[in-house]
C-alpha cells in the first residue's frame, strides 16, 4: 500500500475512534407547537403545506414555519443588549466550540426557584475543579429543564395564562455580581441555562443579559439536557441559525463527552501515539 495513502486511513480510522469514544448529546428542545414562548413574542407554529407525488418524484412533503429568533433552545447574540455588537451571524466560528463548564444549582433552586448564582458558587467550584478554562462555555443547571412542555412550570407562574410580565416569573439566574466576576476576571465565551433566561424570572433590568452581551459573551437560554454534562470536560458544538443582522436565533446545540470521565485533550492522545506506532513499524519494514 501507498505510504501516504497509509496515512490517510490511519488518520480516518483515528477520527473514527474518537468519534466513537465520545457520547453525542443534544442540548436543543424540538420545536413544536404549543412550547413555551416568551409572552407578545410570535408562537412557534409550523403547517403543513404539500404532501404527495411531486414532479416526477413518488413522493415528497414540506411545511413553512413561523418562530421568533428568540424561541425554544437559542443564542442570544450580543447585539441582543449590546449595541454596536456582533450579530447572530458575525460571531467568530472558534467562538462556538468550547469546553463545558456545568454549574449546578439544583438544589439551591429548589428552597429558592428565585435563586441568583453567586461568586461564592463559582469559587467553590473552582476549588473542587480547578480554574475556569479560558475559551470555556459555562452552563447553569437549574433543574427548570425539566418543566420544558408546560410552559407554567417553566416560568414558575401559577396562573394558568402568561401575562406579558415578569411579576409573576419564577426561575433562577446570574447575580449581576457574579456576571460582572465573570467578564472580569474569567475569559469565557459564552454562557448557558437550561430556565427560559439566565437572568432570574423576578428581574425586570435584565443584568446579566446586559453585562455579558455588551461584553461579547453571548447567552444560550432553554438549554436541554445539561444535567447528561460532566461538571468538565466535554466539547460543545453551538450552531445557531445564521440569521444577517439577527439579535440570536434558534440554536442546535450538540456536546461530545468522553465516557471514561476525562477531557477530550487526554482521549485525542491516543491516537496520534498509536498512529505514531505504527507508522514506526511501516517505516522499519519498508527499511528490511
Do not use: C
Not at 424540538?30 to 418524484?57: C, D, H, Q, S
Not at 441555562?193 to 446586559?210: E, I, M, V
Not at 445564521?242 to 436565533?249: A, L, P, Q, T, Y
Request: charged content about 20%; proline content about 6%.
Amino acid at each position: 500500500m501507498n505510504f501516504l495513502k497509509t496515512v490517510g486511513l490511519l488518520l480516518s480510522v483515528h477520527s473514527a475512534l474518537f468519534v466513537a469514544n465520545g457520547e453525542l448529546v443534544d442540548m436543543s428542545f424540538p420545536y413544536e407547537n404549543n412550547m413555551p414562548t416568551w409572552p407578545r413574542l410570535l408562537a412557534y407554529n409550523i403547517t403543513l403545506v404539500y404532501k404527495g407525488p411531486f414532479l416526477k418524484a413518488p413522493y415528497v412533503t414540506f411545511f413553512n414555519i413561523e418562530l421568533s429568533e428568540q424561541t425554544g433552545t437559542h443564542m442570544d447574540a450580543p447585539s441582543h443588549f449590546g449595541k454596536g455588537r456582533p450579530t447572530v451571524d458575525e460571531i467568530p466560528l472558534q467562538s462556538l466550540i468550547g469546553e463545558a463548564i456545568v454549574i449546578n444549582i439544583t438544589e439551591q433552586a429548589s428552597k429558592d426557584p428565585d435563586y441568583e448564582l453567586t461568586v461564592d458558587d463559582l469559587t467553590n467550584w473552582e476549588e473542587k475543579h480547578g480554574r475556569i478554562p479560558d475559551g470555556s462555555i459555562l452552563f447553569l443547571l437549574t433543574g427548570f429543564g425539566e418543566y420544558w412542555g408546560d410552559a407554567n412550570k417553566y416560568f414558575g407562574i401559577k396562573e394558568e395564562k402568561i401575562n406579558a410580565t415578569s411579576e409573576n416569573f419564577h426561575w433562577p439566574g446570574f447575580h449581576n455580581r457574579t456576571a460582572q466576576w465573570l467578564v472580569e476576571y474569567r475569559k469565557i465565551m459564552g454562557i448557558g441555562t437550561d430556565a427560559r433566561s439566565y437572568d432570574k424570572g423576578q428581574s425586570k433590568t435584565l443584568p446579566a443579559h446586559q453585562i455579558f452581551l455588551a461584553n461579547n459573551i453571548y447567552g444560550l437560554e432553554s438549554v436541554a439536557n445539561i444535567d447528561k454534562l460532566p461538571v468538565k470536560g466535554a466539547t460543545v458544538y453551538v450552531m445557531p441559525m445564521k440569521i444577517k443582522g439577527g439579535s440570536g436565533g434558534p440554536t442546535r446545540i450538540i456536546a461530545q463527552t468522553d465516557p471514561t470521565g476525562g477531557s477530550f485533550r487526554q482521549t485525542t492522545t491516543i491516537g496520534p501515539v498509536l498512529i505514531s506506532a505504527l507508522l514506526s513499524t511501516m517505516m522499519f519494514t519498508n527499511g528490511q
